[in-house]
């Protein structure tokens, strides 16, 4: 079958399941999530083996040691599964608050409503996890979805699936809630992108190719999970024991994620007693430095940066450093190279804080802590989608209430225009 | 010069200004407003003069009578205008406001705040007050726009653009908030829709081919503004007087506007009593109607209603109407047919309404009040972009604070992650 008709099936499909689900109550939504939670727990045996399918073909799809990592499926991951699905059913209910009511002056009732999008179409690489994850977000939030992973993971998600569908159908909700695409050609990905009037929204999660190839073929909303190239400002009245702390942090806590520091920019009025030792230090926990000329020359350990280095997401033990004449310096640096993702300022002064905050064109903007706050967690939102890196709709961490619209309902009592 | 290169400088200019305007206080673009109200009022003989050139050519651009229309710009149009441009100064200020903000139990502050967009882009037909309103609601939430019109009213968008430029300019805002583009071949639209990391979002207004076209090229965000293929429902329960009331002021108090009812759907359980009726009060009202078979066998002077019929906004005095057999047949129709805009119930059982604004699925949901209600104005939102018949970030009627979005500003004394 053509990508474009079988995708429009599965998604026919998914659109009959979200409308059932847009009349179900949220206690029975959670317990679709309980019982999802229990029958992953006891189907570990199961899930394990279809893994062991995947991670048996890691030569044929040249999987390096960090994506093998990312596959696997350890007990320990299973149970972290099941557990954030407990966690999403705790959370409270986005679906069916009240946004705003008003009474107009003519007697007319006007409400805007949280409800759900519809269908959510969600696009990712190797982690299985994220089919678990994502599919209980949609479902707390009342939408079906339509997942479609790496075929790295291909056994893997199917299994995940199977368990989550057959839990749905044991809490009478509908399965084709949560459906996974058994297909991983790419011209699924671009129906996918296409299919207007039965997918609400796409989400792709993964690589920069993956993300821009959804861009060019969509013509339905697209949130963008771009990566993250975050940047962390040493601003001329920081305190400087607090930076070193921020960027130790921030570059070395877990180098592989999006919100780790990528850029370093330091002011040129701090960089002659910050540079050397924090430099140091750094290449003490052995991160590799990349520097602009002023910088080399304060720290002589130092390679030369490339404007490739300023762009880079580097998600390993790579730090750029720049020294830079003003906190407008910084902002510039940062509006013109960053992924919009994430970028903090070290300063005791409230004024450099406030036009930092406000020049910055990021999702995030940190004020003397790390950018590994950046996190739906930490923000307090539960589990996440993602991490927006768009402007639209949602921005930054996206928890189960940016799966939701709104609708705006009128009561009158045969009110007509005049 | 090329369409592309042509549009990046303006963009450019636009994006540059926007980092300007994202710095300035309310109060001073609520300055900019008034000075721009002002200064249209001094100029009502200049934009009349290029109205003129307009309205001279409107053979050769073959425009219909409502088309001349719209494109004439009369005393009242213009003072229409500056009193809407003085609207949206006296409007609370969208930007800055704190959406949430919480104390994480590790000492963490997490403030979404609302920012501005950025660079809008507007693409629209006809109408020359949309260059006021539209540059005036992207000042007021703080946003820069760059405008591109229809071709047959580009010597009125100049005019106006630069009345609105100069106030800018004598208000100590920059000008380029405002781009009016002088260009008007379709590769300009393209490559608007794909000016990626220069224009934040498009709104296209328009006819439905001109919003396909957009979408199809978009590589950015796109808020679609379809048409509005409304339709009111009388169910069972419904009081009939009001029932008539509602239909006429739906159908005939404005033809010609997106509000406007375009299908009637009767429950068969109340055709026999209502049907002969309200069609006979409709064909007074010199309404055409299209009927399915069973409403024709009910009133005879009606032609029969073809598929297209169901999918049409007539924008005019013709109704298409249809008997169905139960609410949910009311709410399948709807959802196959309408675009998403503005559906009415009428009916004196509460669950029924209820169930009606659950399961339909469009921007507003009016129970027992006329569809012409569903308006930026009416609900309290004072001027509007348009009305979104999209889902995602703004859905319905679009204020200046759709023309908003957030960041994440994160407060800490030191904080890193553990």
Redesign the interface.
Known sequence: MDAETYVKQLATAARAAA?EL??TRGAQRNDGLCSAAAAIRSAAADLQAANEKDLARKDEFALTDAMVDRLTLTDKRIEGMATALEQIAAQDDPVGKTISA?N?PNG?R?EKRRVP??VVGIIFESRPNVTADVAGLCLKSGNACILRGGKEAMHSNQAIATVVREALTAADLPADAAIMIDRTDHDIVTAMARAEGLI??IIPRGGERLIRAV??AA?I???KHYAGNCHVYIHSAA?LD?AE??V???KC?RPGVCNAAETLLVDAAVAEDFLPTICHKLTDAGVELRGCQRSRKLFKGMKAACEDDWRTEFLDLILAVKVVDSLSDAVTHI?TFSSAHTEAIVTGDLAA?DEF???V??????????T???DGG???LGAEVGIST????A???MGAEDLT??????????????
């Not at 768009?390 to 709709?393: A, S, V």
């Not at 009158?412 to 225009?417: A, K």
């Open positions: 409308a847009a009349l008003t107009r007319l006007v999008i519809g609400d929204l861009v060019e013509t909303p697209v949130i305190d607090m702390s921020i130790m942090n921030a806590q509006n804080a905050v406000a020049r064109d990021s999702s995030s903007v940190m004020v003397n802590a790390s590994r706050f950046s930490e923000y307090g768009d402007k639209l709709h921005r930054g961490p619209t709104y609708k705006w309902i009128v009561t009158g009592r045969g009110h007509v225009r005049t």
